[in-house]
Every structure is written in C-alpha cells, then in structure tokens.
C-alpha cells in the first residue's frame, strides 16, 4: 500500500526555466494539497484540489504558479519562469474523501527545487 | 501574521524524561489542531491531533492539551525516546476547510 508519491525528489532550473512537480494521492484518496517550506520556516499551504477542480487555490502565487489534478493521473504543480525565490521543499498531501475523523493528510516526501 | 507560533525553535531532553512542545494561535477559526513530526528529507508524519471541543486527546505516549482561553496547545511524550529525535510541527485547521496553517517547527533532540 503505497504512500503518496512524489517525483522528482530533487529539481534543479535555472531561472527562467519552467518547473513541474508531480503527485500521486495514496490509493482511495481524491484530495490533494499543495505545501511550500522555505528554509527555517513552517509549511506554508498553496492550493486544495479534488479529482479536476481546484477547490482552494488562496495560498498560490498570482502569477507564474499553477496546479491541477485532472481525473486520470498525477496532480501536477507547474512554475513557469522559475526564479531564484521559487528554491523550497514543495509537499503533497492527500486525504480520503470523508478528510478523516482526525483531519489528518498525509504526505508525501517531498520535492527539493532549486534554482539556480 | 503568523496566526500558528511555535516560540522554542530548539529543545533537548535526557532520553526517559518528558518533553513538552508548545504552540500558541491567534486565530479562533480553528477547529482542529494536530501535531505531526518530521525528519530530515521526509514529508511530516502524523501524530495526534484534538478537536477544538476537547482539552485532551492522549495516543500511546504522545498527549496533546488544548487550552482555548489561552490559545495555547502542548504537546507531552513520555518517555522520550532517541527515536522522537526530529522537528515537530502543530498545525491548525481553518474551520470549514481542509487548509492547514503550520507553525515553523521546533527540533526535539533527546539525548541518550
């Protein structure tokens, strides 16, 4: 029973680059959450997605940042016109549908994006 | 704003004894609080988690308190173990969403 997965575990770009990053949701979940965490810092939330809609976008970047979850698939985090600023560990979550009698989601380990 | 603090970025505790991580919001629309646990090149691992309805929720050694008028959650692991060794975030669930908002961590260290 795999846990969710994310590819590729470490990204480098240089700036200008455009940058994508995937997520499989553990088996049965059709949630998935986006997470940045910047060096010293806490996990910042981005985006909430079911199966091909975007729920919650409120934590993304206006411009240059999107996401999408379509029905078969990967959901995939794209960063176009990467700049250096952009460099962070981007997490994935996900939940069963019902979100669980204790909120929880779990998450994935990570992808480490750098720009160079 | 941070609305989710977690003040101490550092604590070290002799393997045996209790560790105590604590985490203050500012935000009343929270209506779950839970602790997960990270290492080093990993995601954050679930922990516990509490209902803002209740003021305590205990899992094993992990126990998380919850005091609303304070706004003011801990989170106790008795005993400590080298394996707890890790950074700690307490996160919040916005009300009516599935948005966390997570605290910046606080690195446990229990030493042998």
């Known amino acids: 029973n795999a846990g969710v997965m994310q590819n590729p575990r470490h990204l480098v770009r240089r700036r200008g680059q455009e940058a994508r990053l995937r997520c499989s949701p553990m088996?049965?979940?059709?949630?998935v959450y986006w997470y940045r965490q910047l060096p010293e810092e806490g996990l910042k939330f981005m985006v909430y997605?079911?199966?091909?809609?975007?729920?919650?976008e409120s934590g993304m970047p206006k411009e240059r940042f999107s996401a999408e979850f379509p029905k078969e698939g990967p959901s995939i985090l794209r960063i176009q016109q990467v700049v250096r600023g952009d460099s962070a560990a981007y997490f994935c979550?996900?939940?069963?549908?019902?979100?669980?009698?204790?909120?929880?989601?779990?998450f994935g380990p990570g992808t480490r994006l750098t720009v160079t | 704003d941070q609305q989710v603090k977690q003040n101490s970025p550092s604590l070290s505790v002799q393997e045996g004894r209790i560790s105590i991580l604590n985490c203050d919001y500012t935000?009343?629309?929270?209506?779950?609080f839970l602790w997960y646990k990270k290492y080093p090149a990993e995601g954050p691992t679930f922990l516990i988690s509490i209902s803002s309805i209740k003021d305590k929720n205990e899992d094993g050694r992990f126990t998380v308190f919850l005091n609303k008028s304070a706004k003011h959650l801990s989170l106790h692991i008795v005993p400590s173990q080298p394996g707890d060794s890790a950074v700690y975030f307490c996160a919040a669930s916005v009300t009516g969403t599935y948005k966390y908002i997570f605290g910046t961590g606080t690195r446990l260290k229990v030493l042998a």
């Open positions: 979550a996900s939940s069963p549908m019902s979100g669980g009698a204790s909120r929880e989601q779990y």
């Open positions: 088996k049965g979940h059709s949630h």
């Open positions: 997605l079911q199966k091909e809609n975007i729920i919650d």
């Open positions: 935000n009343s629309m929270f209506d779950y």
